[in-house]
C-alpha cells in the first residue's frame, strides 16, 4: 500500500464508509416502520461490520459476518416476515416522547462511549502487544480444537438444541391450528 | 510525525460500537413488535462483537481470542434466531399477531 | 403424493389466500382461469371458471345449414378436428339414412386416428411443458408436422380440415397419401421409443406423476369423464369399443387401461394410444377398399326427418356426442354438443384439492384440455 | 523509456490500480460473458431441438443479445402501484453485485486474478448468499402473490442447497488445505489425473463430491431443472413477474453470472483451473474451455429434462446430497488423517 | 436401503439415458425451413382465399354471378354482383368482393359453384398492417391478371376437384394418379 | 400504475430540435430484432404460433422466440384466437400492463373481425380486436399458415425500421 | 399398462333395464343413436337419475330445447352405460314461463356444470342447486341466447 501516495486517504475514505454504513444501516433497523426495511437494515449494518472488521485484520471474521448474518440470520428473518407480515403499527405517542427518548439514548451513547474510552486508553494495558500468533485462520483452528475445544462443543451443542427446539416449536405451532 | 491512519484508532471502532448498542436499546424499547425487537437484540450482539474484536486487536496478545469469541457469539445468535423466530412464528400461528402489546396472555 | 387435510376446524384462522390462474396463464393452455384458494402451496379449492372462449357454436348451429355448420365443427377442438367432423357427419348420416361407402368409411378411420395421434402428440408436448420440459414439445410437434404435411396435402388444410362431407369426403385420396402414411407409420414407431427412454422412464418424470392426481372409477363415472382419462382409471369405456362406428369394428386393436388412474397412468393410456392408432391406420391401409367416397344421392337441400338424433365419436379427449334435434327444415332446430373437455374438467375442483399447486397443475395437464372444446 | 514503463509497471502493480484495473476488467467481461451466455443457450437450446437459432440478427444471430440489450435499455420501466419502490429497485442491483465480486477472487490464469486473497473460497461462499436476499426482496417487494409464493420457494431451497454445498466446500478445504483458490489450483499442477476431480486415492468418492457440488450448483442458480423460482407454468415469471425492462434485464444478468460464478468455482475446486490436461501449455485457454464446457452442459440439462417438484427438490437435498457430502467429508478427513498426513 | 440405492441408480440412468438423446439431436441436421429465403411447396390442394377462374379460351372470366356460392357461404364473406352484356348469353360478373377477413376457408364456396369458376390460390403467407388489403375485389384482381398475361395458359383446375356433394361421383379407380400439373 | 413518459412518445417529440436520428434507427433496429412475443393464446391460431415457433418455423432465427409469460417483459403481444365478451376485459389488461414501446399482431381472421364467429344476432365475440386497442399488423387466414406469422413479424419489423431486410417470398 | 378385454357384444338391449319402474321405450339405435327413451315428470327426474346411478351408468350430459311453438321447454338427460352399448335419454317438460327442475347434482355431481350451462343458455332454473351462476356467459349476464325468441 505505500508506494500508492493516496493510499491513505483512500483506505481512509473507505474506512469511514464501513463505519458510516455500520451506524446507518443500525439506524434504518432501528427506526423504519416496515419490518421488511428493518431487516435490510440489519444486513447493511453486518456489512459494514463485517468490513470493520476486515480493518480489524480477520478478514475469516469479515466473511462469516456475512454468511452468517446476512446469509443466514437475514433470510430466515425475512421469512419470518413473509410467514407473519407483521408490519410495525402506526406510532401514536408524540414527538416530545421522541425526543425524550432520543436525549436519553444520547446519554447513554456518550456515557458508554466515555467508559469504553476510558477502559480503552487509561487502564493499564500491556503496551505494546507481544503477538503470541499471527490470527490466521489456522490459529483459529488450532484454538478452537484445543483451547476453546469445550466452548466449541458447548456452542454445537446449543445451536443444536436450538434446531430441535425451532423445528419442535414450528411443528406444534403448526399442528394446533 | 505522520497522523494515526483511521484504521489505527481504536476510538473510532468505540464510537461505533456505542452507537450501534444504544441504537440497538433503543430499537429494543421503542419497537412493538416481536421480530423488530429481535433485529434489534441483533445490533446489541453486534455491538459486542465489535468491541471485543477492538479490544482484541489493539490491546492483547492473542489475535485469534477475540475471532473465536465474535464466532461463538455468531453461534449463539444463529441458534437464538432460530428458536426466536419458531416462537415468533408459532405465537402469530395461535394469536395472530407478534405485537408486543397483544400478548398479554403470555404474561398473564 | 403430498397432500393436506384442508378442511380446518371451525373457528381456526383463516390463513388461505386466493390466486387467479388465467385467463391468460402458461398452465391453461387458453383462457380456462382457475380460482384457486391457496393454504401456502397448497390447493384448498380449485375452482375452474369457463367462458373465456365461449364462441356460440350451439347458436351458430341454429342458424346454419347442415352443410354450412360443417366448418364450425372443425373449431370445437382444433387439434382433433377430424372425430369431431365425424361426430356431426355422423349424425346427419343417420338422421338422414345415408349409406357412405366403405372407401370412405376406412379414409375416415385413416385420417382419424392420424389426427388422434397428432393431437396426442400436441398434448404430449403441452404437458412436458407444464412439466417444465421444453424440449419434448419441439419433438413432438417435428413429427406432428409430418402428420400435417399429409392431412394438408389431401384436404388443403393445417389445422380446420373441414374434410368429411354429408355422405362421404370431400375428395379421395392419392397414392402420394398411403406412401407417405406408411412412411409415416415405420418413422413414427421408433420416435415412440425415443419418446419413453427420453421421458417416459425419466426418473424426475416419475417422481412427479406417480400416484399424483388419483382418481377414482367411481369419480370418473359421476363426472361423466370419458377418454383417457376414465381408461387411466382402469375402466375400458372406448365409443371406438362400446358403440362402434364407422369401419371400426373391422380393425384389430387394443384399448389400453391402466389401474392407478394416477397422472402417470393418463400418461401411458395416451402414449399406448398412439402405438394402437398406429396399428389402425396400419389395417386401414392394407385393407382400403376401393370405389367412391361420396355416398349416391345425397339430396342438395338436406331436410332431416323430424325427431332427435345422436352420435357419439372416440374422440382424443374422450366422447364427443352430437345431438341434433330436427323439425324438417333446412336448418337444425337445436345442435347439442356433447364435448369431453368439459366432463373430464369438472372433476378437477374435487380431485385437486388438498394437493400441491405444481401437482394439480400437473393433473390439470394430464386432462388434456382444449378450452374451446369446454367453451364452445 | 524502461525506466517509465517499469515505473508503469509498478504502478500497476500496486494494490489498487490493480483492483480497480482487474474489477473494470472483470466486469466487462462478465458482462460480455453474461449477455452472450444467452446467446449460447439460445443456440443450444435451438440445436437440442434441431433448428438454427437466431440466424438473421448479425452473422449467426451474434448481434442478437445487443439487439436484447439496446431494447431491453429502451423499454419502459413500470413500477407498479403498491409496490415497495426502494427494494423493488434494489432487488436487482443486490442479485448483480455479489456476482460481479465474487468473480474477482477467480483465479482465470496464473497470476490473473483480481485479488488473490487466502479466503477467497469462503468469500465466494459468503457473497453467494446473498444472491437468495436479493430474489427475495425482489419478490417480496413486487407484492404479487406468484413472485411472493416464489420468493418462499427460493429461500427454502436455496437454504436446503447450501448446506451440502458447504459441506463439499469443507470437504475440498479438507483435501486442499486451503482456502486460496490460486493455490488450489496450483496444487492440480501437472496431467489430468491430478485434478481434485480424479483424486480418488484422497477420496474415493471424489467423482460424487463434484455430481453433489454440481447439482447443487444449479439449484443454487435456479437452473433448469431446479427452476423453481420461475417455474413458469406454476408462477408465471416467479419473482420477476413484475419486473419490466432493464430491470427484468438486470436480474437475467446475474442469473447468467451466477452461472458463470458456479461454473468457474467447479473448474477451480475439481477441474484444475487453468491447468492444462496434459501438464504442457497451461493458461487461460485451459480455463476458458473447462469453464464453457460446464456452462454448455448446464444448458443441456436445461433442454433436456422436466423441471422437478418442489418437495422432490427438498427430498433429494435432505435425503440424498446432504448424507452423501457428509460422508464424503467423513471419508476424507479419515482418509487423510490415515494415509496422507502424519 | 438396496431399494433406495437400486431407485438413485435407475433414476441416475435414466438421467443420463435422456442427455444421450438430447446430445444425439444435437448433432443431427437441422429440420427448419427457412422461410424468407426458401419455402415450403404448397400441396396442390391448398386452400388459400378463392380467386376467380378465367376461360382459357375467351381469357374472360368463367363466372356468370349465379351467386350460387354467395349462398353457400356461411359467413357471408362473399359479395357477387353480375350483369347482362350487350349481346350475351348469360349474365357474366362484374363484381366479385371477398371479405377475406370473415373467410373460415371450409371451400363452401369452391364446392357450389357448378362451372369451376373459381379456385384457390396458394397464398399462404398474407400478412398487411392495413386491414383494409384484405377486403378483396378479385374481379379487379382477375382484370389486372387479364392485362399482364391476356391469356391463362393451360387449362388449369387448381385441385381436381372432386365431385361436390351433389353428383354422383363416377365410378373412381381405386387409386388415383395424382393429376401431373405444375404450380 | 405510474405512467412515466413514453421513450418512443419522447424522442419523436424531441425530433424536430434534436438529431436524434442515428439513435433512433439504432433503437428501432434493437427492437424490431427483438420483439419478445407474450405467451399468449387464445384458439385454433395458438397452435399455429406454437408451430410456428418450433422447430419446422423456428422464430428464433429473427430473435423472437422469448416468449415471456409475464406481460411486463413482452413487447409484442401476438393476439391468436377469437376474443369473446368475457375474455376482453383481461386481453385489455394484459395489453395495459405491457411497457411501452408495445406492439400487437391480430393473427387470424377471427383477431381481426371476429372471422367466421360472426353473424346476425351474435351476443358473444368481439369483431375484432382492433376494438380493443390498436393493431399494428393483421395476419389473415383460419388459421394463417405459420409462415404467415413470420411473414408478419417480417411486416412489423418493416414497419418499424422503414426497410425490409429480407426477400418477399410470392406464393406460386 | 395392460390391454382391456374387448367389452362383450351388446346384449338383448330393450329389455336391459326393464327391471326398473321408469315407462323407457325401446328405440332404434341404427336410426336414433340411443337405445332407451323416457318421459317423465320434472318432480320424478330425481329418483329416475337415481336408479339410473345404481345401474351404473354415467352422466353423458344434461341440455335444453326451446320449444317455444308449445310453450314449453324441455331438459333432456343422457346416460351412457360405461361397459356396454346403452345409451338412455330421460326427458321432462315444464312450462316455458316458468322453467323448474330439480337438480340432479346431488346424484352426479357432474351435473352441476351442465345444469349451470343449459341455465346460462335456456334459463331453466334447476332447483337445489348451489351455484347456478353464469357457466359460459360472462358473469353479469342476464340473456339467455338459446332461447327462440332471443334477440341480442
Known sequence: MSTFPASQMIVGGVFLMCAATTVAGALLAALTARIIRSVCGLAISCIGLAGLYYFLHSPFLALMEILIYVGAVCVTIIFAVMLAEPDEPVRDDKLGSTLLWGSFAFVVCAAVFWGLWQLGTHQDWTVPVARVSDGSIQAIGKSLLTTYSLAFELISLALLVAIIGALALARTGRDKV | MTPVPLPERPDLYFIVAALLLVIGIFGLLRRRTLIGMLISGELIFSAASLNLMTFNYFKAPDPTVGQIFVLFIMGLAAAEIAIALSIIIAVYRNYRSVKTKELSELSG | MITKEVISPPGAPNETFVINLGPQHPATHGVLRVKIVMDGEYVVRAEPICGYIH??????????????????????????????????????????????????????????????????????????????????????????????????????????????????????????????????????????????????????????????????????????????????????????????????????????????????????????????????????????????????????????PAGDYCYAVEAARGRFAVRIVSDNKEIPYRVKLRTPSLSNLSLFEEASAGMLLPDALALMGSLDLVIPDIDR | MTEAITNLVKLLATEPYRLLVFLVGMMAFVGLNAAYLVWVERKGAARFQRRPGPTEVGYAGLLQPIADAVKLMSKQLIVPAGVDRTLFRVAPLLMMSPALMSLAVIPWGENLAARNINVGLLMIFSFASINVMAIMLGGWASRNKYAIISAARVVSQNVAYEIPMLLVAITMIMVTGTMNLNEIVQQQAGAFWHWNLFRVWINPLMPVTFLIFYTCMLAETNRAPFDMAEAESELVAGAYTEYSGMGFGVFFMAEYANILLGCALATVLFLGGWQSPFGILSGVIWFLLKMYFLVFSVVWIRWTFPRTQFYGLLNLSWKILIPVSLLTLILSSAMIKLFHHA | MKNSLKEIFTGFNSLVTGMRI???????????????????????????????????????????????????????????????????????????????????????????????????????????TNREDFIMDLFKRMEDDAKANPMPETPKPEVAPQPPANEAPKAEQPQPAAPAQPN | MEAPPDNAQLLSDCSPYVKFAKLDEMLALGRANSLWPLTFGLACCAIEMMAAGASRFDLSRFGAEVFRPSPRQADLMIVAGTINKKMATAVKTLYDQMPEPKWVIAMGNCAISGGPFVFPGQYAVVEGVEKLFPVDVFIPGCPPRPEALIEGLLKLEEKLTGKRRWPVVKSE | MEPAPTPPPSPALPNALAHLPIPFQAVDYAAKGYHLDATVNPDQVVDV????????????????????????????????????????????????????????????????????????????????????????????????????????
Open chain 5, 22 to 128: 438430447t446430445l444425439g439431436e444435437f448433432f443431427k441436421p437441422i429440420v427448419t425451413v427457412q422461410y424468407p429465403h426458401e419455402s415450403l411447396k404448397m400441396p396442390k390442394r391448398f386452400r388459400g382465399h378463392i380467386e376467380l377462374v378465367r376461360d382459357p379460351e375467351t381469357g374472360k372470366a368463367i363466372c356468370f354471378a349465379c351467386k350460387l356460392c354467395e349462398r353457400a357461404c356461411p359467413s357471408d364473406c362473399i359479395t357477387v354482383e353480375g350483369a347482362k352484356l350487350d349481346g350475351a348469353k348469360k349474365k357474366s360478373v362484374t363484381e366479385y368482393k371477398l371479405d377475406f377477413t370473415k373467410c373460415s376457408l371450409c371451400g363452401s364456396c369452391v364446392e357450389a359453384c357448378r362451372d369451376n369458376a373459381i379456385r384457390y390460390t396458394h397464398q399462404y403467407n398474407l400478412a398487411s
Open chain 3, 55 to 304: 364462441r356460440m357454436q350451439e347458436k351458430m348451429g341454429e342458424n346454419r345449414t347442415y352443410a354450412q355448420f360443417l366448418p364450425n365443427t372443425s373449431r370445437i377442438d382444433y387439434l382433433s378436428a377430424m372425430t369431431y367432423t365425424h361426430g356431426f357427419v355422423g349424425a346427419v348420416e343417420r338422421a338422414a339414412k345415408l349409406q357412405v361407402p366403405p372407401r370412405a368409411e376406412y379414409i375416415r378411420v385413416i385420417t382419424s386416428e392420424m389426427n388422434r395421434i397428432s393431437s396426442h402428440l400436441v398434448w404430449w408436448g403441452a404437458f412436458l411443458l407444464d412439466l417444465g420440459g421444453f424440449t419434448p414439445l419441439l419433438y413432438a410437434f417435428d413429427d406432428r408436422e409430418k402428420i400435417l404435411d399429409l392431412l394438408e396435402a389431401i384436404t388443403g388444410s393445417r389445422l380446420t380440415y373441414s374434410y368429411y362431407r354429408i355422405g362421404g369426403l370431400y375428395n379421395d385420396v392419392d397414392d402420394d397419401f398411403i406412401k407417405g402414411t406408411r412412411e409415416f407409420i415405420a418413422q413414427m414407431r421408433p420416435r415412440l421409443k425415443m419418446y419413453r427412454s427420453l421421458v417416459t422412464d425419466n426418473i424426475i418424470l416419475r417422481k412427479r406423476l406417480i400416484e399424483i392426481g388419483p382418481i377414482s372409477k367411481e369419480m370418473c363415472r359421476k363426472y361423466g369423464a370419458t377418454g383417457p382419462v376414465i381408461r387411466g382409471s382402469g375402466i375400458p369405456y372406448d365409443v371406438r369399443k362400446v358403440e362402434p362406428y364407422s369401419a371400426y369394428p373391422e380393425f384389430d386393436f387394443l384399448v389400453p387401461t391402466c389401474e392407478e388412474g394416477d397422472s402417470m397412468a393418463r400418461y401411458l393410456v395416451r402414449m399406448e394410444e398412439m402405438v394402437q392408432s398406429l396399428r389402425i391406420i396400419e389395417q386401414a391401409l392394407d385393407k382400403l377398399p376401393s370405389g367412391p367416397v361420396m355416398a349416391e344421392k345425397v339430396p342438395r337441400v338436406l331436410k332431416l
Open chain 7, 49 to 152: 337419475v337415481s336408479l339410473l346411478d345404481k345401474e351404473g351408468l354415467a352422466l353423458d350430459t344434461i341440455t335444453g330445447v326451446d320449444w317455444m311453438a308449445q310453450g314449453q321447454m324441455e331438459v333432456v338427460y343422457d346416460f351412457f352405460h360405461l361397459s356396454k352399448a346403452l345409451r338412455v335419454v330421460v326427458r321432462t317438460r315444464v312450462p316455458r314461463d316458468n322453467p323448474e327442475v330439480p337438480t340432479i347434482q346431488k346424484v352426479f355431481p357432474g351435473a352441476n356444470w351442465h345444469e349451470r350451462e343449459t341455465h346460462d343458455f335456456f334459463g331453466i332454473r334447476f332447483l337445489g342447486h348451489p351455484n347456478l351462476t353464469p357457466f359460459l356467459l360472462p358473469e353479469d349476464a342476464t340473456f339467455h341466447p338459446l332461447r327462440k325468441d332471443f334477440v341480442s
